[in-house]
């Protein structure tokens, strides 16, 4: 019996091989999610303080900036609440550091890649979701930490979920491009880690943006960088109502378009390149 | 081919891209921006088109190389096919390796919770069936260990209890038996058998023929990306043997080490059979032939066929000719084949052991054709006594009476 008439039509439709994203969305949040969560727990696994760790990473790195830029630098002198502004700023830049991480992410799961189907999406998206646990846990530090320092609350408070939703989706867009290209280019990490650090100066994460003593047009370069345009909205909104919103500190609303539009190119390559590499990432591994 | 189909294939083909010098990094694209690496292709998968009923455990055999591996992957959506289409009916469920995203570091409840949704299940079924799954593994008093601190058959116990309990229509197995002890295999295929007593249609890759010949209702034998043969396990079988015998022929041929005759006849092949079907393990205990086929050039008038089996250190074994018992083997003529076999119940230790089959002209002289080890076979057996053979024996031990002092 040829295989040209079997009921070939009772069958389902043609397996169509890995993707990106896979069939089932809820498949996908199951995966994602596990990863997330398995994640999660091993990180701290073995030390003794276990989950404070991810409490306390944020906080010394705080002393240790703090002092420095209160003590030696001086820079802490000229911001209003600058303690919680730096705390707030390491937090969300740690957030975004971690989530593209995720860069080596496809490549150390090569054992599941290799073995099983699955959407290869749910790989970056774990790492970021795993980084965004510790986001919300770390903010609900600085906001205890803030209300401590006599930051009263306010309406604007509102506007924090939906900046670090932006902030995820940059980072998501970063972790997508940045994994996808890695299984071809081992180079990438290496250069990622570079930039890393170029972002972190780069960014007023240590100082606040209408300090810098250069120029306006200083200012208003460094406020197209998405990260800065948030960061500094945070600081508006959250901590103080006297900060810069970010459209001020970028010299008009209209500007906030570039880190804007930067922010939606950036998720939408990263869509685009992780889509197009995933139904062969497990043979180019 | 009976019943409702619950996979077909359909003309897949898969070929790999092989670079000879991988543009690895960012400067070697940049310095050379169009050059394209060089590139073999291998065409893994050729026009492959099989179709497998609901319910059948269905073989997929081939050699090293030969493209099964890749079928498999394509099968489980973990490669993308070129051409062609695979199409199945309900849910499927792989297992290429056990215990996929097991972790060390985590007890074995987060471990089976985590591989139960990686299988597919949601976490609410794996959570459902996580008391079976356990009881099933019969590790219950170890749930809250750590994974490392389990032994390894503790490890494939808890995934391949893991695997039992997935739900799928259509299984795909990986050789997964090949771990294990025998009493483990024997309970992977009980499960195996229950699963298809409930209709499942289980896909099973593998090279031990012994286990296609034993489970599964039909197979397909793949060599160099295309189908060989599709059929019943033993003409698959046959013919699978043939093709490694070739492939191990042909190098015997340039040399065929020590071969000699007139060649009035030559020896076509030899080879193991165990309960009737050529095996290339020989259980101890089990009936076991040698046969030999030969084919004849010229006339010739009762010609003595023997066999010589040695172990690996070259210790003779046992030599037997058609001429030690009541097997004449009478007037050939050119064109003419025959085949002898002699079966006996295999008392041999465990080892490998070698077949050199030869053919004499009446009355011992000249040889027509000798080839020195020409098959091989591996005896098994779970007692060792350290001799050439483990015979069959009765033992007595008789307490004597102490003298009086």
Not at chain 1, 3 to 17: F, K, M, Q, S
Not at chain 2, 93 to 113: H, K, M, Q, W, Y
Not at chain 2, 119 to 146: H, Q, T, Y
Not at chain 2, 361 to 380: C, E, F, K, N, Y
Request: with cysteine.
């Amino acid at each position: 019996m040829s295989v040209a008439n079997t009921r070939a039509h009772e069958l389902g439709p043609p397996i169509p091989g890995p993707s990106a994203l896979g069939g089932s969305a809820r498949r996908f949040a199951y995966l994602a999610a596990t990863l997330a969560v398995t994640e999660f727990k091993l990180r701290f696994f073995g030390s003794a303080l276990g989950y404070l760790w991810q409490l306390v990473r944020p906080l010394m790195l705080f002393g240790v900036l703090y002092l420095v830029f209160t003590e030696f630098v001086k820079i802490g002198d000229r911001v209003a609440f600058y303690p919680v502004v730096l705390l707030a700023n390491i937090v969300l830049f740690t957030f975004f550091q971690e989530g593209t991480g995720a860069v080596g992410s496809v490549v150390d799961r090569e054992g599941l890649v290799r073995k099983i189907h699955f959407p290869r999406m749910a790989i970056p998206v774990s790492v970021v979701l795993t980084a965004g646990f510790n986001l919300v846990l770390n903010l609900l530090v600085v906001m205890a930490f803030a209300v401590a320092s006599g930051v009263r609350p306010r309406w604007s408070w509102l506007q924090a979920p939906v900046l670090v939703l932006l902030l995820a989706a940059l980072v998501l867009g970063l972790a997508m491009l940045l994994s996808a290209l890695y299984v071809r280019y081992r180079d990438v990490k290496p250069i990622w880690e570079v930039a890393l650090q170029a972002l972190f100066y780069g960014t007023p994460v240590i100082y606040a943006v209408e300090t810098i003593g250069v120029s306006k047009t200083v200012q208003e370069l460094i406020m197209m960088n998405p990260v800065a345009a948030i960061l500094e909205q945070f600081r508006h909104a959250v901590i103080d109502p006297a900060a810069p919103t970010a459209a001020a500190a970028a010299g008009g609303t209209l500007r906030l378009l570039v880190p804007l539009g930067i922010l939606v190119a950036v998720c939408a390559l990263g869509y685009r390149v992780f889509d197009r590499a995933a139904p062969h990432i497990a043979e180019e591994l | 081919m009976p019943g409702v189909p619950a996979v077909s294939v359909e003309g897949v083909g898969k070929e790999f891209r092989l670079p000879h010098e991988r543009a690895h990094t960012l400067k070697e694209r940049a310095l050379h921006p169009f050059r394209r690496p060089g590139a073999e292709r291998l065409q893994a998968l050729d026009a492959v088109s099989f179709a497998v009923a609901q319910g059948e455990f269905f073989g997929i055999v081939g050699r090293n190389g030969s493209g099964k591996s890749t079928l498999l992957k394509c099968l489980a959506g973990i490669y993308k096919v070129d051409r062609g289409e695979i199409r199945m009916r309900g849910r499927l469920s792989t297992f290429i390796e056990l215990g996929v995203g097991f972790n060390p570091d985590l007890p074995a409840r987060d471990n089976v919770l985590i591989n139960g949704i990686m299988l597919g299940l949601s976490p609410k079924e794996a959570l459902r069936r996580f008391d079976s799954i356990i009881a099933f593994a019969e590790l219950e008093e170890f749930v809250d260990l750590k994974l490392k601190n389990y032994s390894s058959g503790m490890q494939v116990r808890l995934a391949f209890s893991v695997m039992s309990q997935v739900d799928a229509d259509v299984l795909l197995i990986d050789e997964v038996l090949a771990v294990g002890d025998a009493a483990f295999q024997q309970k992977c295929f009980d499960v195996f058998q229950r699963l298809k007593d409930e209709g499942k249609t289980i896909l099973f890759v593998t090279h031990d023929m012994a286990a296609v010949n034993r489970f599964c209702d039909r197979a397909v034998l793949l060599e160099r990306g295309r189908v060989e043969v599709i059929g019943a396990p033993g003409d698959v079988g046959a013919r699978y043997l043939q093709r490694n015998f070739d492939r191990d022929g042909a190098r015997p041929e340039e040399g065929d080490e020590g071969r000699v005759g007139d060649g009035t006849a030559e020896i076509a092949e030899a080879w193991f059979e165990v309960d009737g079907a050529r095996a290339d393990v020989l259980p101890q205990g089990a009936e076991t032939t040698l046969s030999v086929r030969v084919r004849f050039h010229a006339a010739v008038t009762e010609p003595a066929i023997a066999f010589l089996l040695e172990n690996d250190r070259h210790d003779p074994l046992w030599a037997i000719s058609n001429e030690d018992g009541d097997a004449p083997s009478g007037t050939h003529a050119a064109g003419d084949e025959a085949v002898f076999s002699v079966t006996f119940r295999n008392v041999f230790a465990p080892g490998r052991v070698h077949l050199t089959p030869w053919m004499v002209h009446a009355g011992g002289a000249p040889i027509i054709d000798r080839r020195p080890q020409l098959a091989s076979a591996v005896v098994t057996a779970v007692h060792r006594s350290g001799g050439l053979v483990d015979l069959p024996c009765v033992m007595r031990y008789e307490r004597g009476i102490r003298a009086p002092a």
